[in-house]
C-alpha cells in the first residue's frame, strides 16, 4: 500500500511541475526583447558594369549595361533573406537613400553602392567590385556602424566571353559578387553590439 502511494505522489508530483512550466513558459518568452525595427535602404548608382579605361585591355569602355540583371533587386533581396536569420531584428525595405530612420523604425540600414567595376588585365582573372558605404543610424541619428567597402570576386574568363549572347557569365560573376558581399557584411552586422 505505501508502494502504491509513493508512485502516486511522485506522479502527482510531475503533473504539478509540468503544469508549472507550461504556466511559466509564456512568461518567459514574453520577456525576451521585442526585435529592433530595422529599414534598410539599398541604393545602387549605376547598375552598369564600369570598365576604367587605362587599367584593362578593354580601354574606351565605359560601361557594359545588363537589361536582364537587377543588381539592385537581387542584391536587396540576397541581402534581406541573409538578415532574417538575425532574431534581433526585423528588417523591412525601403526606397531610397534617407539618412534618418523612419518614425515607425529604430534603426536605418544604408547600403550605398557608389560603382560597380570589372577590370581585366593581362594573364589574371577579371576582377568584379563593387565599392560604396554602409551607414547604420540609430532613432537620435547616432551613427552605430559606418564603413566605406570594396568587395572583389575574381572570375576565369575575358569580357568578351562574360557579355556574348545572353550574359549568362556575367550574371553569374555579378551573382558571385553579391553573394560574397552578404555573407560578409550580414556576418559583420551580427557581430554589431548596438543592435
Keep these: 500500500m505505501k508502494s502504491w502511494l509513493k508512485k502516486h505522489l511522485v506522479l502527482c508530483s510531475s503533473i504539478v511541475s509540468a ?6 513558459a509564456p512568461n518567459l518568452y514574453a520577456g525576451q526583447p521585442t526585435p529592433l525595427k530595422v529599414a ?5 548608382r549605376n547598375p552598369a558594369v564600369a570598365v576604367p579605361a587605362g587599367f ?3 580601354s574606351g569602355a565605359k560601361g557594359i549595361e545588363t537589361p ?5 533587386q537581387t542584391l536587396k533581396t540576397e541581402f534581406l533573406a541573409a538578415l532574417d ?5 526585423q528588417c523591412r525595405s525601403i526606397e ?6 523612419e518614425k515607425d523604425a529604430d534603426r ?5 553602392v557608389e560603382i560597380i567595376q570589372a577590370i581585366k588585365k593581362i594573364l589574371e582573372p577579371t576582377s568584379f567590385t563593387m565599392s560604396g558605404r554602409i551607414l547604420l543610424v540609430d532613432g537620435q541619428g547616432k551613427k552605430t556602424w559606418s564603413e566605406r567597402f570594396s568587395e572583389t570576386a575574381k572570375v ?4 568578351e566571353e562574360f557579355v556574348r549572347d545572353d550574359q549568362r557569365g556575367l550574371k553569374a560573376a555579378l551573382d558571385k559578387l553579391i553573394e560574397q558581399f552578404v555573407q560578409k557584411k550580414t556576418a559583420k552586422f551580427g557581430k554589431l553590439k548596438v543592435i
Excluded: N, S, Y
Design 19 to 24: 503544469c508549472m512550466l507550461v504556466a511559466i
Design 40 to 44: 534598410v535602404a539599398i541604393v545602387v
Design 56 to 58: 584593362t585591355i578593354f
Design 68 to 72: 536582364g540583371f537587377d543588381f539592385q
Design 85 to 89: 536569420a538575425d532574431k534581433r531584428v
Design 96 to 101: 531610397g537613400a534617407p539618412e534618418l530612420p
Design 108 to 112: 536605418l540600414l544604408l547600403i550605398d
Design 156 to 159: 576565369k574568363g575575358t569580357m
